[in-house]
């Protein structure tokens, strides 16, 4: 069975940073496409950015909102996929979703997300 | 900043047949947006429904479908049960480097 599961939300101050992580199982993590989509309370869904399958660059595009003070990253060895957040703002309070590429597009499936809250 | 703009909201009767667009502040999309749809119920992650333009995944359900209607993307949904009543997302990709959500339709089944 196909899973993504994400872990490492939480309450940070503003200006402050979390690293959030999604453990992959059911699929070869290393042929995936992985990204991140966020969920502010009550709002629609924003993508943040996406990580390309090393054999494809290993590359990363992110949303305007978030480039230069969020990193993705993956450990194909430990089928896990990152997000490391700093300069953290009170807007980027959300659920964090983590989603996978199986070869037909970019998120074929979701993680059930983690919760992330900047405030002072 | 470019805008991916859907319905707020539709209403629809069961059995009926109802379609959500999505269009875009940069001209009329194509299947070069390879557009995607997307449902998700109140308090349950997003599911996906159709990738580039038309395509269904394994576990779409037939009554779904993807098209491209009059310069927008469009997902028709036919014989409407009640438990298709949720909010529908469409994205869009733009340069193959960025993707953009519209913000959402609330389908209601009455």
């Known amino acids: 069975e196909v899973q993504?599961?994400?872990?490492?939300?939480?309450?940070?101050?503003?200006?402050?940073?979390?690293?959030?992580?999604?453990?992959?199982?059911?699929?070869?993590?290393?042929?995936?496409?992985?990204?991140?989509?966020?969920?502010?309370?009550?709002?629609?869904?924003?993508?943040?950015?996406?990580?390309?399958?090393?054999?494809?660059?290993?590359?990363?595009?992110?949303?305007?909102?978030?480039?230069?003070?969020?990193?993705?990253?993956?450990?194909?060895?430990?089928?896990?996929?990152?997000?490391q957040m700093n300069s953290l703002k009170t807007e980027d309070t959300a659920v964090y979703y983590c989603t996978a590429g199986l070869g037909f597009s970019d998120m074929d499936v979701w993680g059930k997300g983690t919760t992330v809250t900047v405030s002072s | 900043q470019t805008v991916v703009t859907q319905e707020p909201s539709l209403t629809v009767s069961p059995g009926g047949t109802v379609t959500l667009t999505c269009a875009s502040s940069t001209g009329a999309?194509?299947?070069?947006?390879?557009?995607?749809?997307?449902?998700?119920?109140?308090g349950q992650a997003p599911r996906a429904l159709i990738?580039?333009?038309?395509?269904?995944?394994?576990?779409?359900?037939?009554?779904f479908s993807g098209s491209l209607l009059g310069g927008k993307a469009a997902l028709t949904l036919s014989d409407v049960q009640p438990e298709d009543e949720a909010e529908y997302y469409c994205l869009l990709y733009y340069g193959g480097a960025q993707a953009v959500f519209g913000g959402g339709t609330k389908l209601t089944v009455l």
């Open chain 1, 4 to 83: 993504l599961v994400e872990s490492g939300g939480g309450l940070v101050k503003p200006g402050g940073s979390l690293r959030v992580s999604c453990a992959a199982s059911g699929f070869t993590f290393s042929n995936a496409w992985m990204s991140w989509v966020r969920q502010a309370p009550g709002k629609g869904l924003e993508w943040v950015g996406r990580i390309k399958r090393k054999s494809d660059g290993g590359t990363t595009d992110y949303a305007a909102p978030v480039n230069g003070r969020f990193t993705i990253s993956r450990d194909d060895s430990k089928n896990t996929l990152y997000l």
């Open chain 2, 29 to 42: 999309v194509t299947s070069d947006y390879y557009p995607n749809w997307f449902q998700q119920k109140p």
């Open chain 2, 51 to 63: 990738y580039s333009t038309s395509n269904k995944h394994s576990w779409t359900p037939a009554r």
